[in-house]
């Protein structure tokens, strides 16, 4: 969780220089829910992100220097500098898709659930989303399709309250998105989505349950992002938000509240939490060298590896 805020933070001090190639959607304030969902997760299993992709891609073990290069558009970046910050993507990893459009991640993360379950693996898909995809058609199609066929998947809504700047009061008339698989059969649980420790409890039941075949399941999490949907900036001086409802999330912020709870608890002390910070702090560093020190790819590749070159679909003869 630190990992994350820290990282975001660099994209913040950096981008004024003009050198990050593409524009960022950063998660400052939501990184306790990427922290507690993928720490249940195992590398097989595949995550789909949406546009606010940083985060889930760390949590699922992204290395730093493969999404920092990404984002200055290096060669070495996780798409060769072709995707950015909307686009990040390691198989290997686990991360199939994260996508620009919104809502896109969740028929992608649908059809991924039903591989695993023809295949009969006990790994499971999640897809993170906002609140403002559940207003897409193809969530609820996603959702019918995933209860008719009994599908291990875990649909993460990050209710941060905010589709750009249009607040979630003034474009959905009941505030419960946790209930909306409720037609379907799918049962929905709500959460703080700032409070990891009961983050990681629910989001642990609910993946045992789907590894076991009681999925699929909706987790809302209710969360504030702190800067603008876009960029490095803050939009309350531009009258998109009341400068009241930061500071109230604020006095909540999720990596504080961690860390209270492990001071609190003597899991680790003051020292050792601060060495693990300054630890993170080099690897963002080193990131960064990497990133500025990578070159951009050659024009003769501008094309490689985005059109698929098959004359057939793979498994096919």
Known sequence: MQKIRLFEERIVMLYPEQEIKTPVHLCIGQEAIA????YYLKKEDIVFSNHRSHGHCIAKGLELQSIMAELYGKDTGCCSGKGGSMHLVSPERGIFATSAIVGGGIPLATGAALSLKLKKTKNIAVVFFGDGA???GVFYESLNFAALKKLP?????????YATNSPLSARQPLDNIYKRGEAFGIKGVRCDGNDAISMIDKASKLIKKIRHGSGPFIL???????KAHVGPDCDFDKGCRPLVELESWMKRCPVKRIENYILKNKIATREKLNIIRSKIEEEIDSAVRFAKNSDFPNSKDLYSNVYY????CPGQK
């Open 309 to 312: 070159t098959e004359s057939s």
């Open 134 to 136: 559940v207003e897409q």
């Open 35 to 38: 922290s507690s969902v993928c």
């Open 153 to 161: 998947i875990l649909f993460v809504c990050e209710n941060n309250f």
């Open 220 to 226: 809302e999490c209710r969360t504030y992002r702190w």
